[in-house]
């Protein structure tokens, strides 16, 4: 596998296009969060940080947030959860449902390892990994998600969520954890008031399944939720206690264009080379399709400044210079749009302090996540 650079290599020998974490701000976006959301005590029922590792599919980010007092990590598929174990990640939690025995039995596996649990919004999600546990010999844990706004996965609040959750506390082979009560497109509402009014809106439905919960004699254990747009919102809230924020390591164009966006710097770049600039005004460079997700918008270009990245092909990206200006052969900084998947393109992060390379880290579960 080539790596885009070496330890102590400079930012010009460093091959593109490759992904960049500034390791200033990196560390500067950790610290904010571990003291915003501090590591509770043994016994506290203070709101806990579950960061989301689908922003970095990385085991070093992984270990850096737990170090600074995360109580485990948030994962997005099976695989992501396996590279975190195989890393030394000893308690995990998949936001997500498992619909198939290949991955059930995968995940139950798991259990002999870490502490691990995965979510369900259906009995025959229940069922599944029941089946699984039981052939594995082990006891995974296992959230009810609830759909409190997202519009995707998630059995209605209330009612029908205690029904599934009693079904999961009389499954042999599980543990019944808790509630997943995530609003993800709450994340990049523009308006504050606007973010506020949906986690409030969140905060009621999930209140009442807490309430549904207790009428049938069940606790949860986790109620899960928030992310690096509203995360302070869910903290003060209440109902949510473990907050799986995931963005706020890294950032992405898109997060700052919302009004009042989280107080978190920019620490990843992909770092591109200009291969063209044959047409007057225009350069192209060699970060396209294959190396920036677009879903979120185009990205912005940092350096030269005043350039704008204009369209995209697999491996072109054409900038329109206004006043600035490039020569064949020069370095290009971009800010995605969108960072999750953005990362998942590459297999290295290039960990640069200053001008110089300190660290490459593998994007272990990048990709599918089969």
């Not at 590591?39 to 085991?59: D, F, I, Q």
């Not at 998949?94 to 870490?114: G, Q």
């Not at 206690?241 to 009004?259: K, P």
Request: with cysteine; aromatic share 4%; glycine share 8%.
């Amino acid at each position: 596998m080539t790596k885009p650079a070496s330890i102590g290599d400079s930012l010009a020998q460093v091959a593109t296009p490759s992904l960049l974490v500034d390791l200033d701000a990196f560390e500067r976006n950790l610290d904010r969060m571990a003291a915003a959301v501090p590591a509770p005590s043994p016994g506290s029922s203070k709101v806990r940080l579950r960061p989301h590792v689908k922003t970095h599919k990385c085991v070093e980010v992984a270990q850096a947030q737990v170090a600074r007092g995360a109580v485990g990590v948030c994962v997005q598929t099976v695989a992501e959860a396996e590279a975190m174990v195989a890393g030394g990640i000893t308690d995990i939690l998949l936001t997500n449902e498992i619909a198939d025995p290949r991955r059930a039995a995968r995940f139950a596996a798991l259990a002999a390892r870490a502490t691990v649990a995965c979510c369900a919004d259906d009995a025959r999600h229940v069922a599944l990994l029941d089946e699984a546990a039981a052939e594995a010999g082990t006891r995974p844990g296992m959230l009810v998600e609830i759909d409190v706004g997202q519009g995707r996965c998630g059995v209605a609040p209330g009612r029908k969520a205690a029904e599934l959750a009693q079904a999961i506390a009389r499954a042999p082979h599980l543990r019944f954890r808790g509630l997943q009560a995530y609003h993800g497109s709450a994340q990049h509402l523009r308006d504050p008031d606007e973010r506020r009014a949906a986690i409030a809106a969140a905060a009621d439905e999930t209140r009442a399944t807490l309430d549904a919960l207790r009428a049938v004699g069940l606790e949860a254990e986790i109620v899960g939720g928030a992310g690096t747009g509203t995360f302070a919102l869910e903290q003060q809230a209440g109902p949510w206690n473990e907050l799986q924020a995931g963005s706020y390591v890294f950032m992405d164009a898109d997060y700052g264009r919302n009004t009042a966006p989280p107080a978190f710097e920019n620490a990843l770049f992909v770092l591109a080379t200009c291969i063209s600039t044959a047409r007057a005004g225009h350069a192209v460079v060699d970060a396209g399709l294959k190396a920036i997700a677009f879903d979120s918008g185009m990205p912005l270009v940092v350096t030269p400044p005043g350039a704008a990245y204009q369209k995209a092909s697999d491996e072109h990206g054409s900038l329109e210079l206004g006043p600035a200006s490039l020569a064949v052969g020069e370095r290009v900084r971009l800010i995605p749009g969108h960072c999750d998947p953005t990362v998942s393109l590459h297999e290295w992060l290039v960990a640069m302090r200053g001008d110089r390379v300190e660290a490459l880290w593998q994007v272990r579960a990048r990709g599918a996540g089969l």
